[in-house]
């Protein structure tokens, strides 16, 4: 007998862990940390309680954000039973992994517990003996179920959906992660998906639903996001700018860098963009794996930051003084290195621009108090309002690619909402009669496949 339950992610955004087994085999899809739950209330110690207790052959990752894989140093190397826990995940998603990490870990004022953590992980990512390898449309099996990968477009790359197939009786569950088609690489997600189908028919559809709580909220693409930065620093008040973005999204990096170099026009250099060595060494990963000529993931006008008094013979000058000269875009955080460069360029009369590429949540503190960092909310709102450039697009589907996706695999017995706060709203979607298929799971409630 094949059953799903949903441990937790029924009724929120972020830390949803799935469980699909049957007799004898039990594999369980991400065991991430919930995202900014109020305090008191965070529900990870019943997950890792669970986890310890667990009959489970397998963890596999969807991708590599915490909200996903944000507790795997609390999966056991030994299950309930004594069988191995193996751990799966994308090839590139484990490098990002661990240059998070070792970046980390390089920090001089990082505490015990902390570099603990960081070490654990670092350790548990490159234990040969746990590792499955995740390649998009490359079959693995895992006892009782054959798996097929697809790598679906988000705001991380290597990213997959799961076509998971009980080889006992051929029944199919399918498990979106993630996913959107507004980025560069979703453009044909839904033929590589019926590709990797092969003509099987789905019995259940788990598919995330985030924007169902931003159901009338416009969606640029990665494109249009790129054409937008572009006319914006072509402008010459423009000419210095600062960029916040996630240092994991790679989509939107390749925007906002490929839009730098564009600002001259067709055939003519344009402005570099500057970032710290670690985020370097993801742009690296990303130029290599994800395929820089087809995509525009080049990143040839990236530049690690030198020291602010660094006499660079190459260039004849400092890096700073490079900048002044010719312009940038640099991405920033909020520590102490990058308030000294953004005040050089402010009291130098220059009124920098800010860019603002992340979720609004995060510098709103009246209308998401539970997410507003302290520390990005004062740099955003200690900036002259006239001279941000806030510009974003959702890592998540929009509405029309989720019902898109239901119509697409068209599950014979009943879809299984998750990753969302508003999991009815499913019942809006354009999905005709697939709408009296939709199931209604609690968080620790079992779905049986009769």
Same mark, same amino acid.
């Given at each position: 007998?094949?059953?799903?339950?949903?441990?937790?992610?029924?009724?929120?955004?972020?830390?949803?862990?799935?469980?699909?087994?049957?007799?004898?085999?039990?594999?369980?899809?991400?065991?991430?940390?919930?995202?900014?739950?109020?305090?008191?209330?965070?529900?990870?110690?019943?997950?890792?309680?669970?986890?310890?207790?667990?009959?489970?052959?397998?963890?596999?990752?969807?991708?590599?954000h915490g909200d996903h894989v944000g507790l795997i140093d609390h999966v056991p190397e030994k299950d309930v039973d004594g069988k191995p826990v193996m751990l799966g995940m994308g090839v590139t998603a484990r490098k990002i992994l661990n240059n998070i990490h070792d970046t980390l870990l390089s920090f001089d004022d990082l505490s015990e517990e902390d570099r603990s953590y960081h070490e654990n992980c670092?350790?548990?990512?490159?234990?040969?003996?746990?590792?499955?390898?995740?390649?998009?449309?490359?079959?693995?099996?895992?006892?009782?179920?054959?798996?097929?990968?697809?790598?679906?477009?988000?705001?991380?790359?290597?990213?997959?959906?799961?076509?998971?197939?009980?080889?006992?009786?051929?029944?199919?569950?399918?498990?979106?992660?993630?996913?959107?088609?507004?980025?560069?690489?979703?453009?044909?997600?839904?033929?590589?998906?019926?590709?990797?189908?092969?003509?099987?028919?789905?019995?259940?559809?788990?598919?995330?639903?985030?924007?169902?709580?931003?159901?009338?909220?416009?969606?640029?693409?990665?494109?249009?996001?790129?054409?937008?930065?572009?006319?914006?620093?072509?402008?010459?008040?423009?000419?210095?700018?600062?960029?916040?973005?996630?240092?994991?999204?790679?989509?939107?990096?390749?925007?906002?860098?490929?839009?730098?170099?564009?600002?001259?026009?067709?055939?003519?250099?344009?402005?570099?963009?500057?970032?710290?060595?670690?985020?370097?060494?993801?742009?690296?990963?990303?130029?290599?794996?994800?395929?820089?000529?087809?995509?525009?993931?080049?990143?040839?006008?990236?530049?690690?930051?030198?020291?602010?008094?660094?006499?660079?013979?190459?260039?004849?000058?400092?890096?700073?003084?490079?900048?002044?000269?010719?312009?940038?875009?640099?991405?920033?955080?909020?520590?102490?290195?990058?308030?000294?460069?953004?005040?050089?360029?402010?009291?130098?009369?220059?009124?920098?621009?800010? +860019?603002?590429? =992340?979720?609004?949540?995060?510098?709103? %503190? *009246?209308?998401?108090?539970?997410?507003?960092? @302290? &520390?990005?909310? $004062?740099?955003?709102?200690?900036?002259?309002?006239?001279?941000?450039?806030?510009?974003?697009?959702?890592?998540?589907?929009?509405?029309?690619? +989720?019902?898109? =996706?239901?119509?697409?695999?068209?599950? %014979? *017995?009943?879809?299984?909402?998750?990753?969302? @706060? &508003?999991?009815? $709203?499913?019942?809006?979607?354009?999905?005709?009669?697939?709408?009296?298929?939709?199931?209604?799971?609690?968080?620790?409630?079992?779905?049986?496949?009769?």
């Amino acid at each position: 007998m094949l059953k799903i339950k949903l441990h937790r992610g029924s009724h929120q955004i972020g830390g949803s862990i799935t469980e699909i087994y049957t007799e004898n085999t039990h594999i369980f899809i991400d065991f991430g940390s919930e995202l900014n739950p109020a305090p008191g209330e965070s529900t990870d110690g019943k997950m890792i309680e669970m986890m310890q207790k667990a009959k489970c052959d397998a963890v596999l990752f969807t991708h590599y954000h915490g909200d996903h894989v944000g507790l795997i140093d609390h999966v056991p190397e030994k299950d309930v039973d004594g069988k191995p826990v193996m751990l799966g995940m994308g090839v590139t998603a484990r490098k990002i992994l661990n240059n998070i990490h070792d970046t980390l870990l390089s920090f001089d004022d990082l505490s015990e517990e902390d570099r603990s953590y960081h070490e654990n992980c670092r350790r548990i990512l490159n234990d040969r003996s746990r590792q499955i390898d995740i390649e998009d449309g490359k079959d693995f099996e895992i006892g009782d179920f054959l798996i097929t990968p697809i790598m679906v477009d988000h705001s991380a790359y290597d990213a997959y959906l799961f076509i998971i197939e009980s080889k006992n009786d051929h029944r199919i569950i399918v498990h979106t992660g993630d996913f959107r088609t507004h980025g560069r690489l979703g453009k044909d997600l839904f033929d590589r998906v019926r590709d990797g189908m092969r003509g099987r028919e789905a019995d259940i559809l788990i598919i995330e639903g985030t924007m169902l709580s931003r159901m009338n909220e416009k969606v640029l693409t990665e494109k249009e996001l790129q054409k937008e930065a572009c006319e914006e620093l072509r402008k010459p008040e423009n000419k210095y700018a600062f960029l916040i973005c996630s240092s994991t999204n790679m989509e939107s990096l390749a925007s906002f860098a490929n839009a730098a170099w564009a600002v001259n026009g067709r055939g003519k250099k344009g402005r570099k963009l500057f970032v710290n060595p670690y985020v370097y060494e993801q742009l690296k990963v990303y130029r290599k794996d994800a395929g820089k000529d087809k995509y525009g993931f080049g990143f040839f006008n990236a530049n690690v930051l030198e020291g602010m008094d660094f006499y660079n013979p190459k260039l004849g000058m400092t890096q700073l003084e490079y900048m002044e000269k010719h312009g940038f875009v640099m991405l920033i955080g909020t520590s102490v290195g990058y308030k000294k460069r953004i005040d050089y360029f402010k009291n130098k009369g220059y009124d920098p621009l800010l +860019i603002y590429s =992340m979720w609004d949540g995060y510098i709103n %503190k *009246e209308e998401h108090p539970d997410c507003y960092n @302290e &520390k990005l909310g $004062a740099l955003y709102h200690g900036w002259k309002k006239d001279r941000i450039f806030e510009k974003h697009t959702s890592g998540h589907a929009t509405c029309e690619d +989720i019902a898109k =996706m239901i119509l697409t695999i068209a599950p %014979k *017995e009943g879809i299984l909402p998750i990753h969302t @706060e &508003k999991p009815d $709203a499913f019942y809006e979607l354009d999905i005709g009669e697939f709408s009296e298929k939709l199931k209604k799971v609690d968080d620790n409630g079992i779905l049986e496949l009769l």
